[in-house]
T-cell receptor
Framework: KAGVTQTPRYLIKTRGQQVTLSCSPI?????VSWYQQTPGQGLQFLFE???????NKGNFPGRFSGRQFSNSRSEMNVSTLELGDSALYLC??????????FGQGTRLTVV | GQNIDQPTEMTATEGAIVQINCTYQ??????LFWYQQHAGEAPTFLSY????GLEEKGRFSSFLSRSKGYSYLLLKELQMKDSASYLC?????????????FGAGTQVVVTP
């Protein structure tokens, strides 16, 4: 059974640009969550999608957005990038009310 | 507000036992999770507690007391590969499987 797949693994972007990250959950899982991990703030919840609907959202500015497709694959977008957006972005897949399985993450560096 | 506290760092010797405590204050409770994260890698699931008591899984055990807002992760027979960050996380809503509140993590250093 394939795990959670995130692409790309690494990205370097310039301030002001926008970026799109992709996540393919475990087959059969309909819930996908996104997290931002930085050394200073730790792991912070961005949003959760379930059956193409955003079910919950964390305390991040509107520059952070996401969506989920009918095959449960999800994308998150960050517009007008800032230096502080440099982080590891993790996607998690859930099949129910149990554990979340994380992908390897996308390391975003904003210069 | 939401608060999940765990020690910043712990050091132990190979073969020993280490207990990582986690206390939480959240608006709701629907499960507590422990994850292991090696540097530069994704968190990997270790344990899940939703009812009070001890869950044992090989060398790892996790305990939960909901009335005290307290959990611990016990690592037995420590190995060098157990050097990692251990994250305590709480799911505070029953209708949101994926929204976890994470502690800052406990860095465990295993020495020879």
């Amino acid at each position: 059974k394939a795990g959670v797949t995130q692409t790309p693994r690494y990205l370097i972007k310039t301030r002001g640009q926008q970026v799109t990250l992709s996540c393919s959950p475990i087959s059969g899982h309909r819930s996908v969550s996104w997290y931002q991990q930085t050394p200073g703030q730790g792991l912070q919840f961005l949003f959760e999608y379930f059956s193409e609907t955003q079910r919950n959202k964390g305390n991040f500015p509107g520059r952070f957005s996401g969506r989920q497709f009918s095959n449960s694959r999800s994308e998150m977008n960050v517009s007008t990038l800032e230096l502080g957006d440099s982080a590891l972005y993790l996607c998690a897949s859930q099949g129910g009310n149990t554990e979340a399985f994380f992908g390897q993450g996308t390391r975003l560096t904003v210069v | 507000g939401q608060n999940i506290d765990q020690p910043t760092e712990m050091t132990a010797t190979e073969g020993a036992i280490v207990q990582i405590n986690c206390t939480y204050q959240t608006s709701g409770f629907n499960g507590l999770f422990w994850y292991q994260q090696h540097a530069g890698e994704a968190p990997t699931f270790l344990s899940y507690n939703v009812l009070d008591g001890l869950e044992e899984k090989g060398r790892f055990s996790s305990f939960l007391s909901r009335s005290k807002g307290y959990s611990y992760l016990l690592l037995k027979e420590l190995q060098m590969k157990d050097s990692a960050s251990y994250l305590c996380a709480v799911r505070d809503q029953s209708d949101s499987w994926g929204k976890l509140q994470f502690g800052a993590g406990t860095q465990v250093v295993v020495t020879p």
